[in-house]
């Protein structure tokens, strides 16, 4: 049977002096484009081609905050008769629509122009027309299915006093959905200027790693 302990102050120094705690700024963020395959097109009468391997690439950007992943289990009222207590019945797990990582913005902008380009690649650009003949506008409007370059994975690492990781959230099929606006300000010099990410992902699933042991254990949930 597991309990709350609520001893007093030597029996918490005791357990976290044995155990430790988890600061707050001991983390680690990357990005993963997963790899994925890409059929090979053989013509009748043509010797078999080989598919194609696409593989993984990983982005490591600073990260002034992120959130950790949070679920709810949804639930229905329901009462088997007029005097019944009313029961609530869980029907199925949700996750957060709303996921934010600040990141610290570079000299060159090379984290916002990452993002700018990861939106860019879950659409088509839109075609137009102007006196001067066809152009590609700028504006992109029509998505593109079974893009394997949009959904990517968020790895969060818990990290110890050793730089050690000790857990991991993994967030799967990730994809941005707002950036919002960064802020020039005169009465803050030489302070660096970040930008805030809103992710949609599907689910997340965890990561617990023994240190001794090196063996992780899994858990998580699906949608």
């Not at 009748?44 to 391997?53: I, L, N």
């Not at 949009?150 to 690492?157: E, V």
């Not at 110890?160 to 959905?177: A, S």
Request: net charge neutral; no cysteine.
């Amino acid at each position: 049977m597991e309990t709350t302990n609520n001893g007093g102050i030597t029996d918490i120094l005791n357990y976290f002096s044995q155990n430790g705690f988890q600061r707050t700024n001991r983390y680690t963020v990357s990005i993963t484009r997963p790899g994925y395959t890409i059929p090979a097109e053989t013509k009748k009468g043509e010797t078999k081609k080989d598919d194609k391997q696409i593989a993984p690439i990983t982005d490591t950007f600073w990260a002034t905050s992120v959130q950790i992943p949070s679920q709810t289990v949804a639930w229905f009222p329901e009462s088997f008769g007029p005097s019944s207590p009313t029961l609530q019945i869980p029907l199925k797990r949700e996750f957060d629509d709303r996921f934010l990582i600040d990141f610290i913005v570079d000299e060159n902008w090379k984290v916002r122009k990452y993002f700018e380009d990861w939106i860019n690649s879950i659409f088509y650009p839109q075609i137009g027309f102007s006196g001067e003949g066809l152009i590609t506008k700028t504006s992109r409007i029509i998505p593109k299915l079974n893009n394997k370059e949009m959904l990517k994975q968020i790895d969060i690492s818990a990290l110890n006093v050793n730089g050690e990781e000790k857990y991991k959230f993994t967030l799967h099929e990730v994809f941005p959905k707002l950036l919002l606006p960064s802020q020039f300000a005169n009465d803050q010099p030489n302070q660096y200027l970040t930008l805030t990410v809103d992710f949609n992902y599907r689910y997340y699933t965890t990561k617990t790693v023994d240190t001794k042991n090196t063996e992780p254990t899994t858990s998580g949930g699906g949608v």
